[in-house]
């Protein structure tokens, strides 16, 4: 396990979860508040900036538990339509649901003062919360010294990495490797070559070769391969040098060039979607369950669901294996995120809640080991098992079961698993057990198939990220949660930005080889009507800044 990573000069001050007596919430010594805490029912508004089926947390396993202990149910509303729109609404109308997890519009939300300051409640009712979060205060803090939301990656215990792939990479379909022999395949080239090679002997068959997701705020994911395939991890919209820590957008680079070029070599030779363009994402998403698609770039956290569906239809030959890939052999890949902590997405108290205490007590009941292992692993006996070594695992049954998002829902891991006040990614529990199911080597073992185990034998690695290189350390990472405030010349800029890639990367792609030159001349004059240089700037003195931050210097 590597050490989390933490502030230097912070230590952790350790605080015994707290204790349980009949129904009363019992707060730790000398943490303050009352001696009881009311466990009268009641019912809290969570407005989620994502999509979802709207909820009552008690109509779930683990909601139901967590109302027994604390008497407290969150009614969830998940975002319909603009995100800017149902935020704007809000603050022109100062009426708000009691807690909120805004994404994007975090800025807006606190710039608004919609979000009420935390740190009075944390002293006096948050023993736990302050014992998970208070070694990152330095990077939660606002201007004026106030904690207005409680983000949702605070490493706890030991780091722990995945054994599987859970951030971005270049996925291929398994039959294609497959029927190549599985090679080895490092570079773009390469694997592009042979999704030509297998779509050429194939072509009655109507398939894909490559499919890219630009919907919405998702349109990241066709343009961050550039770096990802240069050696960077994804940083946002920049490149950072490591040694001088100075940030480079990489926009304009010869990387995305080269990127958009071979899409657009793809293009030429039918190979690539047209619709990727068109396609909203629950449309992209049924193209990577169709068994049609050879491959697309993406985040796992995109398409998680997706991937277990096609592992529930067990056929292998029509999963999909992650790839590092890179442009020249010789670079090492950073696919896998370093240990970080992301100060620029969280969830927050509203100015119109009008009991914060009992919100801030549940937070804190909630940041238990107990009710982190209700979170992410369930019911001992219906969801994991505890071995005679004391380690957490699931059985093949229960692991189908908990794949399952209809389960997922119905017992509440889909709703507390993210979005609440949590151990981060990589956290461990004081017994050495993973906090992150996924994350546990025994699981994820078990829970690979025959045809998992056999790929991975023919690629010489005991788990799907060890085809991975180690992340390297950056101190700032990931710096696009530093975050800008609304009108602020970089927010401005990275509006605007967006909007160009969104109207250029399409004639980028599919424009004819020839015009492609042509086309990209255009782009740069373009992107260069905008302060590159001022943006570039003011990221390398936010990365300098915010790793000297978490360096304690």
């Not at 019992?26 to 466990?39: F, I, L, N, R, Y």
């Not at 100015?351 to 009710?371: K, Y």
């Not at 994350?439 to 185990?453: H, I, L, N």
């Amino acid at each position: 396990m590597l050490k989390r990573w933490l502030p230097a000069v912070l230590a952790l001050t350790m605080v015994t979860a707290c204790s349980w007596g009949g129904s009363e919430i019992k707060p730790e010594a000398g943490a303050g508040g009352d001696d009881k805490v009311s466990t009268e029912k009641v019912t809290f508004s969570y407005f989620k900036a994502g999509s979802g089926k709207d909820i009552n947390t008690n109509e779930t396993t683990i909601g139901k538990k967590l109302e027994e202990q604390t008497g407290v149910n969150f009614k969830i509303e998940y975002l319909v339509g603009d995100i800017n729109t149902k935020i704007g609404t809000m603050i022109a109308s100062n009426k708000y649901p009691d807690l909120m997890v805004p994404d994007g519009a975090i800025d807006k939300i606190v710039d608004a003062g919609a979000f009420i300051p935390l740190n009075d409640l944390i002293d006096q009712y948050g023993p736990n919360i302050k014992r998970v979060y208070e070694p990152y205060y330095n990077l939660m803090k606002e201007e004026d010294g106030n904690i207005y939301f409680l983000p949702m990656s605070a490493v706890v215990g030991d780091y722990l990495p995945n054994p599987n792939v859970d951030q971005g990479a270049f996925w291929i379909q398994r039959r294609v490797l497959k029927e190549a022999g599985y090679p080895k395949i490092t570079t773009l080239d390469e694997y592009m070559d042979l999704i030509k090679q297998y779509a050429d002997k194939h072509k009655d068959e109507g398939l894909t070769g490559f499919l890219s997701l630009t919907y919405d705020d998702k349109f990241f994911t066709i343009t961050n391969p550039a770096m990802h395939l240069a050696g960077y991890p994804n940083d946002g919209a920049i490149m950072v040098d490591m040694q001088t820590k100075e940030a480079k957008d990489y926009g304009l680079t010869e990387e995305t060039k080269r990127w958009m070029q071979k899409l657009n070599e793809m293009n030429s030779l039918e190979l690539f979607d047209k619709s990727s363009f068109v396609d909203n994402y629950d449309q992209y998403l049924a193209k990577v369950t169709s068994g049609k698609v050879l491959g697309f770039f993406d985040y796992a956290w995109q398409v998680g669901q997706e991937m277990n569906n096609l592992k529930e239809a067990s056929n292998d030959d029509l999963r999909y294996m992650a790839l590092p890939i890179v442009y020249d052999a010789n670079t090492k890949d950073q696919y896998t995120d370093p240990p970080s902590f992301v100060n620029n997405r969280g969830i927050g108290i509203t100015v119109s809640a009008e009991d914060p205490v009992r919100i801030i007590q549940f937070f804190d009941n909630l940041l238990t080991d107990e009710n982190q292992i209700l979170s992410n692993w369930g019911i001992e006996g219906e969801t994991y098992e505890v071995d005679d070594k004391g380690r957490f695992t699931r059985s093949a049954e229960m692991i189908r079961k908990t794949d399952s998002d209809e389960f997922r829902q119905s017992f509440g891991f889909k709703y507390f698993e993210y979005s609440w006040p949590r151990y981060g990614n990589g956290s461990t529990l004081p017994d050495g057990n993973s906090v992150g199911v996924e994350r546990q080597p025994e699981v994820a073992q078990f829970s690979y198939t025959d045809g998992d185990k056999l790929i991975l034998e023919k690629y010489g690695v005991e788990t799907f990220s060890q085809l991975f290189a180690a992340p390297d350390e950056r101190p700032w990472y990931p710096a696009w949660s530093i975050a800008f405030d609304q009108g602020s010349p970089a927010h401005i800029y990275g509006q605007k930005r967006t909007d160009l890639q969104k109207k250029y990367v399409p004639k980028l792609v599919l424009s004819s080889p020839t015009d492609f030159n042509k086309v990209w001349d255009e782009y740069v004059k373009e992107f260069n009507k905008l302060d590159v240089k001022g943006y570039e700037q003011t990221m390398t003195e936010e990365v300098r800044k915010k790793a000297k931050l978490v360096q304690g210097e």
